[in-house]
Nanobody
Framework: QVQLVESGGGLVQAGGSLRLSCTAS????????MGWFRQAPGKEREFVGA????????YYADSVKGRFTISRDNAKNTVYLQMNSLKPEDTAAYYC?????????????????WGQGTQVTVSS
């Protein structure tokens, strides 16, 4: 069982930045692919990005490519989502997810464990 706890959400003006963190309870955190997803009110959950177990590979949705960066610190059992040049359409609850598979995936059903989410609101 893996428990994930996100933090770092908040209210920011358009053009601003936020960094989200997701800390995992698993002793084997370094063996998990980690993903970030988001869900806006009335919309389906949307893939944001993913990072391989080693941190050497990342994969982003087109909507955030060039603005968002995922990184991880396996010594701290933590994955980060650095969000720059935020837009009002980035407003959503952001979730981190963990999956034990040797590839990157944008499919939410590939991830077995989920955090409770952290709210990001971008004002115009």
């Amino acid at each position: 069982q893996v428990q994930l706890v996100e933090s770092g959400g908040g209210l920011v003006q358009a053009g601003g930045s936020l960094r989200l963190s997701c800390t995992a309870s698993a002793r084997t955190f370094s063996s998990y692919t980690m993903g970030w997803f988001r869900q806006a009110p009335g919309k389906e959950r949307e893939f944001v990005g993913a990072i391989s177990w080693s941190g050497s590979s990342t994969y982003y949705a087109d909507s955030v490519k060039g603005r968002f960066t995922i990184s991880r610190d396996n010594a701290k059992n933590t994955v980060y989502l650095q969000m720059n040049s935020l837009k009002p359409e980035d407003t959503a609850a952001y979730y981190c997810a963990a999956g034990r598979f040797g590839r990157l995936s944008s499919r939410d059903y590939d991830y077995a464990y989920w955090g409770q989410g952290t709210q990001v609101t971008v004002s115009s």
